[in-house]
């Protein structure tokens, strides 16, 4: 794409099905490319907020039944569990946060869908494909379903309704109070931290108790990307 060129969001359009026929969709990897090219100062963060590997998880899903010639529902079933929340800043003063959670029951790699999906959230509030972001009902998959924009400097898009909210609220504070990133490591966090490390057959670090919340974020992303690499290679093997 010639950077020359304003972005033209229509070029990269695809049509998606809902309960009323098809909408326009714009996908999170064109968001990106429209925000890059708008905002070269713009930030993009992201965070794992929650992770339960061994959670079970169950997922509605329609498989072809080639002897009746027809679809029929199942029920998938897998463990794992993960919420990520992304913040967007475009450099210019605007920001935006995204939080989105995905199951192991629909997706083999829910832990990269919900970090891509909390990203596109976070661009669809900020602006970046919220006029091509239909509400859509989690059974069409769309990773990134869009959010309404509300009005104001700083935009929340939140996913999967109050319980991705919970969890989210619940990163922030504990016992009510606001957490800093010196505040001693919450409790979800070294929940998450035991079981990556059990999962990689790693032992726990030995200074777990006494972590602060930003040393367990930055264990937590290493561990989550060791896990996802772990992943993969089983996926090879």
């Not at 009746?68 to 569990?81: F, L, N, W």
């Not at 490591?185 to 777990?208: F, G």
């Amino acid at each position: 794409m010639n950077n020359s060129q304003p972005f033209n969001p229509r070029e990269h359009l695809i049509n998606i099905r809902n309960g009323k026929g098809t909408s326009e969709y714009l996908e999170v990897k064109w968001r990106l490319v429209w925000f890059r090219q708008e905002c070269p100062e713009g930030t993009i963060e992201t965070e794992l907020v929650h992770l339960d590997i061994d959670k079970e998880t169950e997922e509605e899903a329609f498989v072809w039944n080639a002897e009746k010639r027809r679809s029929e529902k199942v029920i998938k079933t897998a463990k794992g569990i993960a919420i990520f929340r992304a913040v967007v800043r475009d450099g210019k003063g605007g920001v935006a946060t995204g939080t989105k959670m995905e199951r192991a029951a629909a997706f083999p790699d829910y832990l990269e869908k919900a970090e891509s999906g909390s990203i596109g959230r976070a661009l669809a509030a900020l602006g970046y494909g919220t006029q091509f972001a239909p509400e859509l009902n989690e059974e069409h998959r769309i990773v990134d379903a869009p959010v309404e924009r509300s009005n104001g400097a700083h935009i929340n898009g939140n996913g999967n309704g109050n319980a991705a909210a919970a969890v989210a609220n619940g990163a922030r504070a504990e016992k009510g109070e606001a957490l800093t990133p010196e505040s001693a490591a919450t409790e979800r966090q070294v929940s998450s931290i035991r079981k990556l490390c059990q999962h990689l057959s790693k032992p726990e670090p030995s200074d777990l108790s006494s972590m602060t919340v930003l040393s367990a974020k930055h264990l937590i992303q290493q561990l989550t990307e060791e896990f996802k690499a772990q992943q993969q290679q089983n996926k090879a093997s």
